[in-house]
């Protein structure tokens, strides 16, 4: 594989795949242990009409378009989710599921719907992004990455989410030790005057944030797959949150350059003619490093394993 | 004339005694639901002791507590702290939560827990120093977990994890000294490690509240107490207030006359 080859077909759709599992890992370590592991779930779900609506309405794909649509649909499936819950006296896990999996639902009528052919957006890349069409058409080699003119081509999705990482790893890094604390002990963290409910509110639109702008490269599922995957298996290798964050970065940036190399190339390795989705096979090698920390990772068996949930 | 003075001057004191007290509660009521758990409740701590919250389960001590310093939103009702309202004086108090409301299984070590205690000296970015870390590994020191700095918090006992989150409580370098339940579920010897202490604080002139449910314990542990049954029942020395009296009172039937007896109350 030389360069004027990988650099324009290749270099751009791992470098975001690459952005996208780390912006989504890092507030992902901290969802997992406040137990709220399904927001990330939760959001790439609820979004997809907000995302749908924003395009119908400005013809366009462009970030803030959808990120207002995104925080529209999800106001809409707050309210929804309590209106189900009272009106059917049913439990909140099971409301949120309702309305979840019926936004969804709602999102892909809306589009099969919809003319979206001129834009990458359609069921498909709903569900799998389109990562493999992400093709930097101005690179010849390594050498465009000095090259001006080159880089102006440089396809729009990168850009953005390697800003969205920015973001998101500055908001951590700012807030590492509230993040710390009142994830452990929120009511100690309360009496020493930490602002808990912001702060909890501030990662989970962190975390839509990341999601929002990994959707339109990757797709929902490798989002649901990044948020647990890697802090997950992160968990397993080490009793430091310093450490298993770290662990979660290193995971996430193996499954993504791996999935990516594995999808494109693995199917023409083993003399078969087409390559396979890439944000499946990110996701499906996140959860293949899951496994393994399972089965190999040094903390994987804990004494108090028993009265988690 | 002399009715209207004495009125005057007793409702004065009082405020005095409010405006001194390390932990004063005024009217507080919470809910959870329809039900009352706490209901208009006055408490006035007084300083440099240490004050048990007694009272069966459920009668809302632990929601006290917690409504007093704002971790649970209270109906109504006024807490000051010397005076002052919770939110100005949080350097002045360390909180002890119940062991169980965490999980342990977190990912940190001991000295990380203990080093907790200094966030409101550290601030969001301050570089954590020798001298925090000295800090630090002196307050397990006092609670005998030196030996434990760097173990991983999920391996510890349940008595161990007590005194860890006491070692952070004394990191904090408080006045007001709050324990939610300290004695529940630990070994013979962390309860003495904890009580030895609790009085050293005191005995430094710092101020102790502990939620209590051993009532055997109460007239040797602590110097006041707090009865407590959804509404006040008593408060004052033990002397005065740990009898069969406001005991039945908040108890109701639930303390036999045989449990009366062995705690040899007048």
Sequence with gaps: ?309 | MSLDLVTTDAFASQETARQDSPLAIRGLTVSYGQKPAVFSVDMTVEAGKMTAIIGPNGAGKSTMLKAALGIIKPLAGTTTVFGKPVAQQRQKIAYVPQRASVDWDFPTRVIDVVLMGLYPKLGLLGRVRAAHREKAEDCLARVGMQDFATRQIGQLSGGQQQRVFLARALAQDAELYLLDEPFAGVDAATEKAIIAVLKSLRDAGKTVVAVHHDLSTVAEYFDNVFLINTRRIAEGSVVNTFVSRHLQDAYGGRLAGAQMDALALS
């Design chain 1, 1 to 309: 594989m030389n360069g004027a080859e990988f650099v324009p077909l290749s270099l751009v759709p791992m470098l975001t795949g690459i952005f996208v599992a780390v912006a989504c890992a890092l507030p992902g370590n901290f969802l997992v242990l406040r137990r709220q592991a399904l927001i990330g779930d939760a959001i790439s779900h609820v979004v997809l009409p907000g995302i749908v609506v924003a395009f119908l309405i400005t013809g366009v794909v462009s970030t803030w378009p959808m990120l207002l649509g995104a925080a529209g649909a999800a106001v809409v499936a707050v309210v929804a989710i309590e209106a189900v819950r009272r009106l059917g006296r049913i439990e909140a896990g099971a409301a949120m599921g309702v309305i979840f999996t019926a936004m969804f639902a709602g999102g892909v009528l809306l589009l099969e719907q919809s003319d979206t052919s001129s834009v990458h957006l359609d069921v498909e890349h709903a569900l799998y992004g389109n990562l493999e069409s992400l093709i930097w058409l101005d690179a010849t080699g390594w050498s465009s990455l000095w090259d001006w003119q080159a880089l102006k081509g440089l396809p729009v999705e990168l850009p953005r989410m390697a800003l969205t990482l920015v973001v998101v790893a500055a908001f951590i890094a700012l807030f590492w030790r509230p993040l710390k604390i009142s994830t452990f002990d929120e009511g100690f963290a309360q009496t020493i005057g930490m602002r808990t409910g912001p702060l909890g509110l501030a990662l989970v639109i962190m975390a839509a944030i990341a999601a929002v702008a990994a959707f339109d490269a990757v797709g929902s599922i490798i989002v649901i797959a990044m948020f647990i995957c890697p802090p997950a298996a992160a968990r397993l290798m080490t009793n430091q949150l310093e450490h298993q964050v770290a662990w979660s970065v290193v995971f996430a940036v193996i499954a993504a350059a791996l999935g990516y190399v594995i999808a494109g190339y693995g199917p023409l390795w083993i003399g078969l003619q087409d390559s396979v989705s890439a944000a499946g096979m990110i996701a499906t090698m996140s959860g293949i490093i899951l496994g393994l920390a399972a089965l190999f990772g040094p903390h994987r068996l804990r004494g108090s394993a028993a009265p988690i949930g």
